[in-house]
């Protein structure tokens, strides 16, 4: 009868290892069998923070995407890390880069500060953009691929309900978990920074008009745009920095259609002149003509990197959110506005390349 019974109890362990391997064989196929769509393919993946860090940062996961071209490095890093110093939240880096930049952004990654951000490197494959984006021969080293990494966002992290996009001339100086729990309405698919809100200065653009509205953006002499009955004088919002619902961004199918405004642009050429050739923000102001919800204006403060000149008081600066230099003059350059903010969560290069563009930049803004 013992025997009987231990037999028994063998035959039984045998079957549990043999269903748990099964399971695991299951896991693994699909992850390998999984492939990312559209040239977006995972190079690496820190899984779990260390358990002293998980005992302290909130369990729910804030996914944030942010793009790392090499020559703007500095800037990604820097972002990253005032967002991982402000926050007890789990969050999570979906780092979108091109592959001759991985190498640098891993020994960047292992530096003691950032040793323990949780994060994703995503190689982008400039291919898929082919037919969509019309490049300058004469200017074909002026060309982002990266910019247009944001139009991708469900192929990017296809598990996620909802995602954090920010550029990399951002720093953040508050709870990164306020953004991400921006309420968005029924039906919109992302929350942007209005142009036209309360703490954004309105940037002229000398001779052509205005950088707040639609018009500065989009050529109304087109037929294809003026069938679209958008008002001229609509205000634009910020792409650089938004929240959105990917839920609600593949029920619309929000990527085909940014990609639509794209191939259409090559062909009728409907994008305006008048703001150095932007061709990232008007296919997104297309698509999300009054049906997009809005961010906090705080969380979005930007032209710091407009001119070199302060538009705003030190008081205002340290009570923001989120500080943007979007404009010409980058806080890496050192002559822009509040440099000193951003080199305060600046972690220096461990091989030096960055320094060097650094110093670069700043004989070039000095001309």
Same mark, same amino acid.
């Given at each position: 009868?013992?025997?009987?019974?231990?037999?028994?109890?063998?035959?039984?362990?045998?079957?549990?290892?043999?269903?748990?391997?099964?399971?695991?064989?299951?896991?693994?196929?699909?992850?390998?069998?999984?492939?990312?769509?559209?040239?977006?393919?995972?190079?690496?993946?820190?899984?779990?923070?260390?358990?002293?860090?998980?005992d302290e940062?909130?369990?729910?996961?804030?996914?944030?995407?942010?793009?790392?071209?090499?020559?703007?490095?500095?800037g990604?890093?820097?972002?990253?890390?005032?967002?991982?110093?402000?926050?007890?939240? /789990?969050?999570?880096?979906?780092i979108?880069?091109?592959?001759?930049?991985?190498?640098?952004?891993?020994?960047?990654?292992?530096?003691?500060p950032?040793? /323990?951000?949780?994060?994703?490197?995503?190689?982008?494959?400039p291919?898929?953009?082919?037919?969509?984006?019309?490049?300058?021969?004469?200017?074909?080293?002026?060309?982002?691929?990266?910019?247009?990494?944001?139009?991708?966002?469900?192929?990017?992290?296809p598990?996620?309900?909802?995602?954090?996009?920010?550029?990399?001339?951002?720093?953040?100086?508050?709870d990164?978990?306020?953004?991400?729990?921006t309420?968005?309405?029924?039906?919109?698919?992302?929350a942007?920074?209005?142009?036209?809100?309360?703490?954004?200065?309105?940037?002229?653009?000398?001779?052509?008009?205005?950088?707040?509205?639609?018009?500065?953006?989009?050529?109304?002499?087109?037929?294809?745009?003026?069938?679209?009955a958008m008002?001229?004088?609509?205000?634009?919002?910020?792409?650089?920095?938004?929240?959105?619902?990917?839920?609600e961004?593949?029920?619309q199918?929000?990527?085909?259609?940014?990609?639509?405004?794209?191939?259409?642009?090559?062909?009728?050429?409907?994008?305006?002149?008048?703001?150095?050739?932007?061709?990232?923000?008007?296919?997104?102001?297309?698509v999300?003509?009054?049906?997009?919800?809005?961010?906090?204006?705080?969380?979005?403060?930007?032209h710091?990197?407009?001119?070199?000149?302060?538009?705003?008081?030190?008081?205002?600066?340290?009570?923001?959110k989120?500080?943007?230099?979007?404009?010409?003059?980058?806080?890496?350059?050192?002559?822009?506005?509040?440099?000193?903010?951003?080199?305060?969560?600046?972690?220096?290069?461990?091989v030096?390349?960055? /320094?060097?563009?650094?110093?670069?930049?700043?004989?070039?803004?000095?001309?």
């Amino acid at each position: 009868v013992n025997i009987s019974i231990l037999l028994v109890a063998v035959v039984i362990f045998l079957l549990i290892i043999h269903h748990n391997f099964l399971s695991l064989s299951d896991f693994l196929r699909r992850e390998l069998s999984d492939p990312s769509p559209l040239g977006l393919q995972p190079i690496d993946f820190i899984p779990a923070a260390p358990q002293r860090l998980t005992d302290e940062r909130d369990e729910k996961e804030i996914s944030v995407v942010i793009t790392a071209s090499d020559e703007r490095l500095g800037g990604a890093i820097t972002a990253m890390n005032s967002i991982y110093q402000h926050t007890r939240s /789990n969050v999570v880096f979906y780092i979108v880069t091109l592959n001759d930049t991985v190498d640098h952004l891993r020994m960047w990654l292992r530096s003691p500060p950032l040793k /323990n951000i949780r994060h994703r490197i995503l190689d982008f494959d400039p291919r898929i953009l082919e037919g969509k984006v019309q490049v300058d021969p004469q200017k074909a080293d002026a060309f982002k691929p990266l910019t247009f990494a944001r139009f991708y966002l469900p192929n990017l992290v296809p598990h996620a309900e909802k995602v954090i996009y920010v550029d990399d001339d951002v720093i953040v100086q508050g709870d990164i978990v306020e953004l991400y729990n921006t309420p968005l309405k029924p039906g919109h698919a992302a929350a942007f920074s209005d142009d036209c809100d309360s703490t954004s200065s309105k940037v002229a653009v000398r001779g052509a008009g205005n950088q707040y509205n639609y018009i500065g953006f989009l050529d109304y002499q087109k037929e294809t745009i003026r069938k679209l009955a958008m008002k001229a004088n609509t205000c634009s919002f910020n792409p650089g920095v938004f929240v959105a619902n990917l839920t609600e961004w593949k029920l619309q199918n929000i990527t085909k259609q940014l990609e639509k405004w794209m191939a259409l642009n090559v062909v009728e050429d409907l994008y305006s002149k008048t703001l150095a050739g932007s061709i990232t923000t008007p296919p997104l102001l297309i698509v999300f003509y009054k049906q997009h919800s809005s961010i906090d204006p705080m969380w979005n403060v930007r032209h710091l990197g407009s001119s070199v000149g302060k538009r705003y008081s030190p008081q205002f600066v340290e009570a923001a959110k989120l500080l943007h230099w979007n404009g010409h003059f980058k806080p890496w350059g050192r002559t822009a506005s509040y440099a000193e903010v951003w080199d305060k969560w600046y972690v220096p290069d461990p091989v030096g390349k960055f /320094n060097l563009i650094r110093r670069h930049l700043e004989g070039y803004e000095a001309k």
